[in-house]
């Protein structure tokens, strides 16, 4: 049983993490209805600067604010640049331009900074941690924790605020709210900035996990089922869904795998992403739409 | 300030090589209810669609408040003081009534984003002015029990009354009104007409809107611009008009 509840709670702590990249997704999703594919390579991008600034002995609160002010003139670069020329045009149009900005983002970082495997060590100690019968490593909750309290103040901060309103009165009808003076560009640059600093710290706690190499722009790939289950447009969705999916990774990994001959956590959360998609297309906390015929 | 506050000269507008608008002039006195007429199609909803900045005219210019321009962005005509509803209310459906209209208050927002962020003295300030302008709004249109109800789920009158609160909520200088009583019966069009009137006289606003019922419209208007295939077609007082052959033969239909 202990077992159990440990693997339980090691994948809900894993979860956490797959919920903090999921947001970077939401966030840009809810204000322009794009998905932006580029959110993997600006996490990439964020651990990348961060890690070769502590290369070269910054500390680590001005080498985190440098990365983020330049996270933050990327989301301005990004507004001013790209969606701004494109605004009123279809998601698809918007999708492949954020496609398009990935390979850009990428490759400009990994040719300022090189492509080979940088250790990102931020001070906390991987030990495990006794909580009552089961045992949990001590970096994943300390990492669980500052995803979560960062969660949490983004969605009070969109839920509560004059931004939140105006931010989903851009996503509903961007001419409307043009017409009524809210200001796109301000919005779009403080939701892309907003982005940034989510992947940034996402990126500082994948790549102390995994190193800071080219493969964190796969995590993306881990949201995408977050995204599914949760719904595109909901934070507390993007939550819940990255707690379903680190818990079911975790499980299906220890009881499902000798069954199967192993790796079952690189396929599972897709095969219950599907799952979902038949039962809720639009996640468990996604606007469902309807529309008079 | 000068008597006019809106004046077009000279507006033309098509649509791969379909005239909306053609040659069109006229100008607007402040403080007034100009209505737009004409059939469907005549090129009504094109020209609030020049003035608020959706279309861009192909020639002629635009003088809004003494400041002539060729194009003006549907933002910055926000801005300026140029408010609009819609013909099919664009309302944000999945928000609340009073965050519709507090959405409408954006463009008076002075604080920065991180005294936003924060909560700093000045941005509780603005947000508990913002709050007390948007429920004097609601007030005003009789429209405070809905406050916390989610747009999209009311009905459709109440809709266009929500879209106009908005609208007023930015403070507008002037009003362009889309079919404000389109799907209406006869006493909630009384009641939007005289919301319409009430407004203009608390706010001093002028305003301008295409509206179909001609006894509406004769009843509401100081000033009547009819248009036919987006030429004009007459201009002047509501008693005018009506009894203009050139009027009558192209929209009022003629006596039989």
Redesign the interface.
Known sequence: MSFFLETLAGGLLAGVMYALVAIGFVLIYKASGVFNYAQGAMVLCAALTFVTLTERDLPFWLAGLVTLAIMVTLAVAVERVLLRPLVNRSQMTLFMATLGLSYVIEGIAQLLMGASVHELDLGIPDLPVALGPIQLSRFDLVAAASAGALVIALSLFFERTRIGVALRAVADDPQAALSIGIRLPVLWATVWAVAGFVALVAGLLWGARQGVQFSLTFVVLKALPVLIIGGFTSIAGAIVGGLIVGAADALAEIYLGPLLGGSVSTWFAYLLAVAFLLVRPAGLFGERAIERV | MSDTILELADVSLAFKGITAIDGLSFAVRRGEICALIGPNGAGKSSLLNIL?G?YRADSGSVTFEGERFGRI???S???RGI??T?QHA??????SVI??V???L??H?RTT?VE??F?LPRDAAE?RR?LQAAEEILAFLDLASYRDRIVSTLPYGIQKRVDLA??L??RPKLLLLDEPMAGMNGEEKRAMGSFIEAARDTFGLTVVLIEHDIGVVMSLSDHVVVLDYGRKVGDGPPEAVRNDPVVIAAYLGKPH
């Open positions: 608020n959706v962005r549907p933002g005509a926000a801005r408010g609009r819609f664009a309302l944000f459906g999945p928000l965050d519709n507090l959405a409408g954006a463009r927002s984003l936003h962020a909560g947000t913002f908005r609208a909520a930015a």
